[in-house]
């Protein structure tokens, strides 16, 4: 019965979704039954329908549509479809959002639950739950959780409340905030449930403090939560337990005082906050977990029982980059700041077994897949190296926000500048060019080494190897000189002062001696490119470019790897070691048809090698070429047509220009 109450569900997503009529055997197409079965359905879809706000109608010839009687009963129904079957034609998001409601129904569960019970309840089959407990387990591992025996009477989940409530948090935040508890068990809820008034206040008064301590997290929203979620679990009597060893480390820490004051102004307003010493220490440690550290704290003072340990990783961490990519950034301003901050918040994690957390976000990938590839690659060496050392996993989250540091150093890397010259005229006088050329000297005077007034008739004696670029306001006469010419106003406007930057400033950039270092010769293309999977174009790859038969499979074990969060928007791109292969490449395969990679579809392909060669400006320039295509789909069209390492280097020339430039 499971399987067709949620195909009642489906069906009423799919009308819900269209203006018109729907067609019986559309709507059997969509669920995959006949249409003898969805003319069976009709009446309870028709009583479901009411219940949600809406009149299904029926006409013959036409098929079937949804008339909205109640608007507010209807959209929220309307948003909880949406939420749960966005991802209905993808196996693998599928099978994602099923464990996470399974788990959901679980973790607050103080007795046995059977399978026939989940069943009813979520509306899945007894054989579809059978297949998630595999994946339900493994994230209960993640969270040091496990089921008891499996000869007991059905599931029970067993583990310490600290880590159940993180895992409820987790499972919150994994959109289910937004859905309306219809059809499903309101007992997970309900443990974040506050009127809309108390959320908010709950929410300021967390806040106030944060500012007033100048105490800063990576979650607020998540931590607000966090807050419901604690006073409705301690009153119900499911209380946090730490060894006294364990409560005297956190509260050495400062953010422990800042949990006491959140605490005890909570507890002024709301008499349900007036919890123990554990619950205290306890959000003092996810204030540690969710550390955003500002640039002027003193690490070595304010973390000292973990700066070294954070220090000593880091260190290791920046000689296997040596070692796996001919880099050292050691020379990058600020580099280990930047990476010990968020390094503590994981050493920190790591006392309490905690770094590994996993479960399944539908955004994470759209917040943080934003990042550069090779950025990525770093993070996943850093991650790597993290379990040699500690024996522990670091959860995808932790990856990306150690990637996002690294993208951060390598943007810090500067590129070779060689001062303009320039020439500067205009048609009103030599007053009006002074005036004009005083303006851009007050904007960009160190990007000139000279930046000369001339009477536009008096440049004609001028030999053109003295002048990089002439700036002008007489746009009729730039057809008489072969300069790059950049026409502005007399008195420019604030976008004009932006291309000045963006188109002048910016061939300063010496980026062609960084390819010309870089010995890439060629693009190779390959049109209408066709393979069958994932796999199989890692394993041709590999034995393609390898430079041994070790290599094979060394670049198929690191790709298999990334092969999760290698794609974005229609793009895989793939980063190989140099090491590993014979030359250096920037081969793009432009498939014949959109294919499924892993669960996405991409329209293109991209194996990139470069041998670093402790260059750091190459680093600087691959790191920006891979952001900028990885998060524009018109750049491998632009690559397909040019075929030329002039068009790489455009692409990373547009990737730093300025913003509107403000004349305050």
């Not at 008339?67 to 959209?75: L, M, R």
Request: aromatic fraction near 14%.
């Amino acid at each position: 019965m499971a399987s067709e109450k949620k195909r009642i569900l489906f069906l009423f997503h799919i009308l819900s979704m269209q203006n018109g009529y729907v067609r019986s055997f559309e709507l059997a197409e969509h669920a995959g039954v006949t249409e003898r079965t969805i003319k069976n359905d009709i009446k309870e879809l028709r009583d479901f329908s009411r219940a949600s706000g809406a009149e299904l109608h029926a006409q013959k010839g036409k098929g079937y549509y949804l008339e909205v009687i109640d608007n507010e009963i209807y959209k929220q129904v309307k948003k909880q479809m949406t939420i749960q079957f966005m991802y209905k034609n993808n196996d693998n998001l599928i099978q994602q959002s099923r464990t996470n409601d399974i788990l959901r129904r679980i973790v607050v569960e103080t007795e046995y639950l059977t399978i026939d019970d989940i069943a009813d309840e979520l509306y899945l089959t007894k054989s579809s739950i059978k297949e998630e407990m595999h994946e339900v387990n493994e994230i209960l591992k993640s969270f040091n959780m496990a089921f008891r025996r499996k000869n007991e009477p059905g599931y029970l989940i067993k583990g310490n409340e600290f880590h159940r409530r993180m895992l409820m948090l987790s499972l919150f935040e994994v959109h289910y905030h937004e859905a309306i508890p219809i059809y499903k068990s309101n007992d997970f809820t309900s443990n974040f449930y506050r009127e809309d008034q108390e959320r908010y206040d709950i929410r300021h008064i967390f806040l106030q403090v944060l500012r007033e301590e100048r105490s800063y997290i990576t979650d607020e929203n998540g931590l607000s939560r966090y807050l419901c979620l604690m006073s409705s679990r301690y009153n119900d009597g499911c209380k946090i337990e730490f060894k006294k060893e364990d409560l005297i480390w956190i509260q050495s820490f400062r953010q422990y005082k800042v949990a006491r004051k959140v605490i005890d102004c909570l507890k002024a307003k709301f008499k349900d906050f007036d919890v123990d010493e554990n619950e205290i220490t306890a959000l003092a440690l996810i204030f540690l977990y969710y550390d955003n550290i500002p640039k002027e704290v003193n690490l070595k003072k304010e973390y000292k029982i973990v700066y070294d340990e954070a220090l000593d990783y880091i260190n290791d961490f920046i000689e296997l980059i040596k070692d796996e990519y001919a880099i050292d950034i050691q020379q990058i301003n600020d580099y280990q700041r930047i990476l010990v901050s968020a390094t503590i918040p994981l050493i920190i994690q790591k006392r309490f077994k905690s770094t590994a957390y996993m479960i399944y976000n539908f955004n994470t990938f759209d917040r943080h897949i934003k990042n550069s590839i090779f950025s990525i690659n770093l993070g996943l060496d850093y991650v790597n190296l993290f379990h040699k050392r500690f024996k522990m996993n670091l959860s995808l989250t932790n990856m990306f926000n150690i990637s996002n540091s690294i993208r951060v150093i390598l943007s810090k890397i500067n590129f070779t500048f060689k001062p303009l010259r320039a020439m500067v005229t205009t048609q009103s006088g030599f007053e009006a060019s002074y005036y004009l050329r005083d303006i851009i000297k007050g904007r960009f005077k160190r990007y000139f080494e000279k930046l000369d007034v001339y009477e536009f008739y008096d440049m004609r004696r001028i030999n053109k190897e003295e002048y990089d670029y002439v700036i002008l306001s007489l746009p009729y006469f730039t057809y008489k000189y072969d300069w790059p010419c950049l026409v502005i106003n007399d008195i420019p406007t604030q976008q004009q002062l932006n291309d000045i930057y963006n188109q002048v400033v910016l061939k300063g950039v010496q980026l062609n001696k960084i390819t010309d270092e870089m010995n890439l010769n060629r693009i190779c293309i390959y049109h209408d490119f066709e393979f069958d999977n994932a796999e199989s174009f890692i394993k041709l790859i590999s034995f393609k470019i390898a430079n041994s038969s070790d290599s094979i499979e060394l670049i198929e074990k690191e790709l298999r790897e990334l092969q999760d969060i290698c794609c974005y928007r229609k793009m895989c791109i793939l980063f190989v070691k140099e090491k590993y292969t014979s030359n250096q490449m920037f081969d793009l395969y432009h498939l014949k048809q959109p294919k499924m990679w892993k669960c996405k579809e991409i329209t293109d392909i991209i194996v990139v090698s470069i041998d670093f060669k402790f260059n750091l400006e190459i680093v600087r320039f691959v790191n920006d070429l891979l952001y900028e295509i990885f998060n524009n789909t018109e750049l491998a069209g632009l690559i397909i047509d040019k075929s030329s390492k002039e068009t790489l280097i455009e692409i990373v020339r547009e990737s730093l220009k300025a913003l509107p430039i403000s004349l305050d």
